[in-house]
């Protein structure tokens, strides 16, 4: 995004209440060579939407830095709901999330120490029913239940 020149397109070029941008972006390889890229950015003010023709939210689900880049020289504060996919949001309720790390828990919060005791109980249930197929048998039910 340092690399990222914006420029507006020639004003007759805009229809529809589309603005476009072109926005050069420089990547330096090495030392000696530099690559130029150019990338077209279209802007619906009142639809909200933006899009950029390197396609990086279309394939990958994460706004560019052309389109960033853009949004910050428009002065846009927020950016729209429909950009915020749902696999990049806090605030949606995953299974897989309620699963406890001793890494995630420096503090040992009680919650966490709970987990805890009731992981070695059941460690030791398992360790204990491993050559009993009826004890094993029971646990499982009582697991379903």
């Known amino acids: 995004m340092l690399y990222c020149h914006?420029?507006?397109?020639?004003?007759?070029?805009?229809?529809?209440?589309?603005e476009q941008f072109k926005v050069l972006e420089r990547s330096i390889v090495n030392k000696f060579y530099l690559r130029e890229f150019t990338y077209t950015v279209e802007y619906r003010p009142n639809?909200?939407?933006?899009?950029?023709?390197?396609?990086?939210?279309?394939?990958?689900g994460?706004?560019?830095?052309?389109?960033?880049?853009?949004?910050?020289?428009?002065?846009?504060?927020?950016?729209n709901e429909r950009y915020l996919l749902r696999r990049w949001r806090k605030d949606v309720y995953r299974r897989h999330s309620n699963i406890f790390f001793?890494?995630?828990?420096?503090?040992?919060?009680?919650e966490y120490k709970k987990f805890q005791e009731v992981e070695r109980y059941f460690q030791e249930c398992v360790d204990v029913e491993m050559d009993d197929v009826s004890k094993m048998e029971f646990i499982k039910r009582k697991c379903i239940e």
């Not at 914006?6 to 589309?18: K, M, R």
């Not at 994460?62 to 950016?79: E, G, S, T």
């Open 62 to 79: 994460i706004l560019c830095c052309h389109i960033m880049k853009v949004m910050a020289q428009k002065d846009i504060q927020r950016v």
């Open 102 to 110: 001793a890494g995630g828990y420096p503090h040992m919060t009680n």
């Open 47 to 60: 639809g909200s939407h933006i899009s950029c023709y390197c396609k990086k939210f279309e394939f990958k």
């Open 6 to 18: 914006v420029e507006p397109v020639v004003e007759g070029a805009n229809s529809d209440g589309i």
